[in-house]
């Protein structure tokens, strides 16, 4: 059996996240389609996370196995060819049956944008904030998630993890312009919703309605209730997944 990564991004406005949804287009679905088309066989693809309705990537990958070998290259260019304008293939590759595109990832790097001065052409990739926002307190906070590993505070309720330990290595708010920001948090793994959470809840720190010290005990001894709002989904990305 030839196991092959498919390396995507796409814009998620129009599609109920990445995972197979009963009731509406998914990417992975749209995805195993154009890969049974071209290969002439049903393929199932295994991605290396979920992503909510609306979320985009940046860089998502994932994998599939069958019989046959094929022309990775040539692969990525008829898939170039009919999936629709709002996903991309990067590249198709061959790898050991042993790499696994959700298990053997080890580490997934997100951003979330935000601006602070309206702009028609960021509003469908960034998220216009209204406020003042104390970003060097912001950062002041965000650096406190490195030396935690329990963020059940940021876990959506009900989610069915296992366990809330996450090993965050970076977090940071970075400066692109002169009204543009983004937030990057990387980790080993991510909690369902978890990113919109923090942002949210950073958010209230730079809004100065959470000081750092509560902030901390949020993380600490919180629930997600404790935490911030859940920001829209238009303004995250997943940016990177390393093996």
Not at 84 to 90: A, F
Not at 98 to 121: C, E, G, N, Q, V
Not at 172 to 177: L, Q, Y
Request: proline share 3%; aromatic share 12%; net charge positive.
């Amino acid at each position: 059996m030839n196991r092959y990564f498919v390396w995507i991004g796409f814009d998620g406005t129009a599609y109920h996240g990445w995972q197979i949804q009963p009731n509406g287009m998914s990417v992975q679905e749209k995805l195993q389609q154009c890969l049974s088309t071209l290969l002439g066989q049903p393929i199932e693809v295994t991605g290396a996370g979920r992503t909510d309705a609306g979320v985009h990537a940046r860089q998502m990958s994932c994998h599939f196995d069958m019989p046959q070998k094929t022309d990775c290259a040539q692969l990525c260019y008829r898939l170039n060819r009919i999936l629709p304008r709002d996903i991309s293939c990067e590249r198709v590759e061959q790898v050991t049956p042993d790499l696994h595109a959700r298990f053997s990832a080890t580490k997934r790097t997100y951003r979330y944008f935000i601006h602070t001065h309206r702009d028609p052409f960021l509003r469908h990739f960034s998220v216009e904030m209204n406020w003042n926002l104390d970003f060097e307190l912001m950062n002041e906070a965000a650096a406190h998630l490195l030396t935690v590993t329990d963020f059940k505070a940021f876990c959506k309720a009900n989610a069915d993890n296992k366990t809330t330990l996450c090993e965050v290595s970076v977090a940071r708010w970075v400066k692109t312009g002169e009204s543009t920001y983004y937030f990057e948090i990387a980790a080993n793994r991510f909690l369902r919703n978890m990113v919109r959470a923090v942002v949210g809840t950073l958010i209230d720190v730079g809004r100065h309605r959470l000081t750092l010290d509560s902030f901390k005990a949020v993380v600490r001894e919180g629930t997600r209730s404790d935490a911030g709002q859940s920001m829209p989904a238009h303004g995250l990305f997943l940016w990177q997944i390393d093996y």
